[in-house]
């Protein structure tokens, strides 16, 4: 018998730790959708999946795993819609017949590039045989949230919310959503991470939820920590035991430069080059080509330069810095750090570093070294 899709409540998904209480068992959706960037999310939401389906088991038969088709990868047999409905309506041969059955179909993102397979998928989202799941993992969802699938999937309860956990801003303080998943990963371990802790080992080891797990687990294990015993983690023991990895991103080089803070500048570019560029949004990403990684700095100073001098040119003719921001689109802690910046720099050094740009630019163009010149360009900025 097939199942009819119900309209639910959510839009914007569930978190992976709420699935183990919304989708247990005989509640199960007939398609699920665990979506986002985050691994380490979409790892806890395949497990809670599994626990929600088959409590204490791991499913047996029941619980099957697939992998979508790649793109340009040449295979002989890619996967196919079809073979994926087949699987997930064939009965087990072995096992008890009322238990439900799971298919998870790992880096699905492929169907989704071709708009006849997801339109077979949408097709069957409200003809799913009763006590079975289809669990579809995507990484990058990319233009599927513009869809009426995605829509409907969300709307039926099925989408798994697995993005990076920042706020729009990138802002990492105590409260905030990526603090509060690591502080709640650290009691499951034996750790209690005082708030500056918390903040502490994000600014060292980045923003990657399975980094920090894997810096989580070795602060349980030097600290003797879990098996019923609790420890308090402080700021000098994640700098002691924790590896430096965070990577720095491009406004947050832009910014330094920006606020004329030399030494930061210094520090920031210095990281991009050993480690590569960052990116807040995509955590796991790195950008390691000295080329794009160049341009990339170099277009998060213009913007970040360009926006001061726009703003400054507002309060020379005449308006507050509060009508100034506000008229060039910025609110919040964005008006906050321009005018942190604006106090440093007049029309004139602003002018100057905009020079420093174009001579960084070009000497880039004319065979520099891009460290060399980029190097060069922050002296410039940061004394003008």
Known sequence: MARKSSEGSGGGGIAPAQVLQAWAKGRLPGMALICGQETALREEAIANLR????????????????????????DAEPLTPAAVLDEVRTRPMFGDPDDPKVVLVRQAEGFFANADFRDVFERNLGEMPENACLALEIADPGRLKSTNFYKKVAAAGGLVACEPLRDQWGNDQAGSPLVEE??????????????????????????????????????????????????????GQIEAICADTRLVGAFEFADAVAERNLKGAWEALGAVFAKGLGDHKKPGRVVSNESEIAMRLLGALTFAITQLQDVRALIDAGR???????????????????????????????????????????????GTDRQAALEKMIVEMCRA
Request: hydrophobic letters at 40%.
């Open 51 to 74: 626990k929600a389906a088959f409590r204490d088991g791991d499913g047996g038969m029941a619980w099957v795993v697939l992998h979508g088709p790649r793109p340009g990868s040449g």
């Open 320 to 366: 507050s810095e509060f009508d100034a921001c506000k008229e060039a689109k910025l609110f919040g802690f964005r008006a906050d750090k321009a005018r942190r910046q604006l106090r440093k720099h007049t029309a004139q050094s602003l002018r100057a570093c905009v020079e420093a740009l174009f001579r960084a630019n070009l000497d880039m163009r004319t």
């Open 182 to 235: 690591l502080e709640r990963r650290a009691k499951a371990l034996g750790l209690n991470l005082t708030p500056r802790a918390a903040v502490a080992l994000i600014e060292r080891s980045g923003h990657t939820l399975g980094v920090l797990e894997e810096e989580l687990a070795k602060l349980a294990l030097t600290l003797g920590a879990g098996g019923g015993k609790a420890v308090t983690v402080d700021e």
